[in-house]
């Protein structure tokens, strides 16, 4: 008697399948961040004080001094893409204490528990703040109108700004949860985003050139992911001679990817 062959599993549609519910999951997690930010924007707009204080004040004042060489271009243009840097940065290195609230009210642990997989969820996380980014480089490049500041606005810029803003915020808020994974507490989560946001914005690029830097702090630089940052929106936004998009994309993804595997790794330390 004939036995018909057992049929056996596509394993091509199985993996399909199992990249699809990874990345709905993602922006299930993407979804939940969002509807947070529209029941209580006002965080968004408070972090959007800042970066117009220092374009306002710093950018004109430095302006007229003319004490830092930029070229052809005026400061406050090459200032508006490094404070969009410092935005986006200084949003993300928070974000690791939102991760530690969700623990101590017990929503992470709900989380944690429903078929939503950990890497799934780290990877929606480190995307959502990259919503709050973008938020800031609205409010930055609209103030650039207002102030009548020459940038270059054609569409594929603007599509590669909000790109490079993705990738700022993906890398920094990785990092914010990396430290929150190891110290555990909102208090010393605090403690040390305000100990390395400021060394971080203070040795890149962004108000000043790295050819005028002393060669220890541009070796600093150098080594400085903000600065890649800084370099690609520079590109972006103004065009500047020296820079170099395609490695700071390279240098941005290649440090989010590893930001992304050590938090899978140590993210379990956060639920203890």
């Not at 590669?160 to 990092?175: A, D, E, K, P, Q």
């Not at 990396?178 to 400021?198: D, F, H, N, P």
Request: proline residues 5%; charged residues 15%.
């Amino acid at each position: 008697m004939l036995h018909e062959p057992a049929v056996q599993p596509n394993d091509s549609g199985k993996y399909g399948n199992q990249i699809f519910l990874f990345f709905f999951h993602v922006w299930t997690i993407i979804e939940m961040e969002v509807r947070k930010l529209r029941q209580d924007p006002t965080e968004l707009v408070m972090r959007g004080i800042q970066p117009v204080l220092w374009l306002l004040i710093f950018g004109q004042a430095f302006s007229r001094l003319r004490a830092i060489p930029t070229g052809s271009v005026s400061y406050e243009a090459f200032l508006t893409p490094g404070i969009l840097a410092q935005s986006i940065t200084f949003i993300s290195i928070f974000y690791g204490i939102t991760i530690i609230w969700d623990r101590d009210l017990g929503l992470l642990q709900k989380i944690m528990v429903t078929p939503i997989r950990r890497p799934a969820f780290i990877l929606g996380k480190m995307l959502s703040a990259s919503i709050r980014s973008i938020n800031q480089g609205v409010i930055i490049l609209l103030l650039s109108v207002v102030m009548r500041i020459p940038l270059e606005w054609s569409a594929g810029r603007i599509i590669g700004v909000i790109f490079t803003t993705i990738l700022g915020g993906v890398f920094f808020s990785g990092l914010s949860m990396v430290i929150a994974s190891l110290i555990k507490t909102r208090e010393r989560m605090m403690g040390i985003g305000q100990v390395i946001t400021m060394p971080l914005f203070f040795s890149s690029s962004a108000l000043y050139p790295v050819q005028i830097m002393p060669d220890w702090l541009r070796i600093i630089a150098t080594i400085n992911p903000m600065s890649y940052l800084v370099d690609g929106l520079r590109n972006l936004l103004i065009n500047t001679a020296g820079t170099h998009l395609f490695l700071d994309w390279c240098v941005l993804i290649g440090a989010s990817s590893l930001i992304y595997l050590l938090n899978c790794l140590l993210f379990p330390r956060i639920l203890r």
